[in-house]
């Protein structure tokens, strides 16, 4: 299985939304609509040389805390596979999607700050999801029709309709307007009436206002050296961090930032040649119906920029590989370079685990893992010195409750 498709979720969105790709019409790449790079941040790291098990929780993180989440017949969920934060609620996604079973569900899971349970969204598979934070809506694309469902934060489906484009993940972002991700795939005329031009159709970004109203667009793409075979990513594209969404994509170690109908480079990571895809490999035919499996030949490259997050001055994303994937915070200021999965517990975090991945970030100071109830209460920890609300989830100990939250906030 490729390593830039981190499960069969998303090698199903992959064959969802990428089937119709077909080679053979060209559209030269356009010159206007570049992304902004005039405040660009170079990120030089060798990620082998991440520091990781030396160093215990109290050296990375300043706080850690555990934030257990009310479980009743409603609220139970299994994992978290997307998690996004606004000034009232956690929002969680356990997609709960399986390729062989296709009956089972998926479910959203509202939570207030301090773990009690508001609401849940139903009726749908799906594996990911988007806020409109301005009209405090949720919205997913339903893989069993195909259509886009909006609920609001109690969980009642607003609406129901097509989408107007086919897209690989979309995000909301203020003044009405909607970010699209296409990746390296379009669909034939007769099902997308609406991108009536080559620049819309053959563009990785677009920016649209609403079905009439296409206000920009990004990234385009020349399809003579783009194949199905070379297409692939994750589920999610976007990442929010409190007020600002950000955009990474396959074979790209560019880190882009949205804001109004723009887009700009705000990061570029800089890897060690001998982890690097080659310079030109986004647009060389050479490449054409290979990269794929260039990548898996080639298993040192890091063929993928994930999971991307900013909290203060430290940023923390994914590295993808054929060989590895590995989460990482990296300090603005300093420069180094932490391992996040090889950072052990210690009395910071009561000798509980910190989570295996983060999912989300306030934007201020905060990143936001997991961790399953059976691998806190299998510890044997006792209630001295916790908090009121882990000491009562420990008390209760049902290894059955639902996934603990979990708030780090790292050291300037």
């Avoid at 939570?111 to 009726?123: A, Q, T, V, W």
Wanted: with cysteine; aromatic share 14%; glycine share 6%.
């Amino acid at each position: 299985m490729l390593s830039f498709i981190s499960n069969s979720k998303s090698l199903l969105i992959n064959f969802l939304l990428l089937l119709s790709l077909k080679p053979g019409f060209g559209y030269a790449q356009a010159r206007n609509n570049q992304p902004d790079t005039n405040n660009v941040t170079e990120i030089r790291i060798d990620p082998r040389a991440a520091k990781g098990e030396e160093y215990a929780a109290s050296e990375v993180f300043s706080s850690v805390r555990y934030i257990p989440l009310e479980s009743t017949s409603k609220s139970a969920f299994g994992k978290v596979d997307q998690l996004e934060i606004t000034d009232e609620y956690f929002i969680i996604l356990d997609a709960a999607v399986s390729v062989v079973n296709s009956q089972s569900k998926s479910g959203i899971f509202l939570f207030s700050k301090d773990g009690k349970f508001h609401s849940k969204l139903e009726g749908f598979r799906t594996i990911y999801f988007a806020v409109n934070r301005e009209k405090k809506e949720i919205s997913v694309l339903n893989f069993d029709d195909g259509k886009w469902m909006h609920f609001n934060y109690e969980g009642k489906l607003l609406r129901s309709e097509l989408p107007y484009i086919n897209f690989a993940d979309f995000t909301f972002l203020k003044d009405n307007t909607t970010a699209f991700y296409r990746g390296y795939s379009f669909v034939q005329d007769k099902f997308e009436p609406t991108l009536n031009t080559p620049a819309l159709k053959y563009s990785n970004v677009l920016f649209a206002k609403n079905r009439q109203n296409f206000a920009t667009h990004y990234l385009p793409y020349d399809t003579l050296a783009f194949n199905y075979n070379d297409a692939g990513g994750l589920a999610k594209y976007f990442r929010t961090s409190g007020d600002y969404t950000y955009l990474t994509k396959p074979y790209d170690y560019s880190v882009y930032h949205l804001k109004g109908t723009a887009l700009a480079v705000n990061y570029q990571f800089i890897f060690p040649a001998e982890q690097s895809l080659p310079r030109d490999f986004l647009y060389n035919k050479v490449y054409l119906n290979k990269r794929r499996i260039y990548a898996e030949e080639h298993k040192p490259l890091i063929n993928l920029i994930g999971d991307f997050y900013k909290a203060g001055n430290h940023l923390s994303f994914k590295s993808y590989s054929y060989e590895s994937m590995d989460v990482f915070i990296y300090n603005l200021k300093s420069g180094e370079l932490v391992s996040f999965s090889g950072t052990t517990a210690d009395k910071l975090t009561h000798s509980l685990p910190l989570g295996l991945s983060i999912h989300g970030c306030d934007g201020v100071a905060s990143f936001f893992s997991s961790v399953r109830a059976v691998d806190i209460l299998s510890t044997g920890l006792k209630t001295d010195g916790l908090t009121p609300e882990l000491a009562a989830f420990v008390k209760k100990n049902d290894k059955r409750s639902n996934p603990l939250l979990v708030e780090l906030i790292v050291k300037p």
